[in-house]
């Protein structure tokens, strides 16, 4: 999801089995290096705000919001007009 922002995730929290919400987590190990070739390491993971736990299989409910290209493009223009 490279153009997207997730805003809001809501699902089953496995710890405690309530409806919760949700975010995504970094637990890479970041910055690496591997016989000279150099690297970042990430492995994002959904996890509750509640407990900190993940989701239930198969209960999140994502919402996706799409940017507005045309906004940020004029606004791009005007920065270098």
């Not at 995730?9 to 150099?38: H, L, M, N, V």
């Not at 690297?39 to 919001?65: F, K, M, R």
Request: with cysteine.
């Amino acid at each position: 999801m490279k153009h997207k922002e997730i805003e809001v995730a809501e699902g089953i929290c496995s710890e405690c089995q309530r409806p919760t919400r949700f975010k995504i987590e970094d637990f890479g190990i970041g910055s690496y290096e591997y016989w000279g070739a150099r690297g970042v390491h990430h492995d994002y993971q959904w996890t509750s705000e509640c407990c900190d736990a993940p989701p239930v299989d198969n209960t999140l409910n994502i919402t996706i919001h799409e940017p507005d290209y045309d906004a940020i493009l004029e606004a791009r223009r005007e920065r270098t007009s």
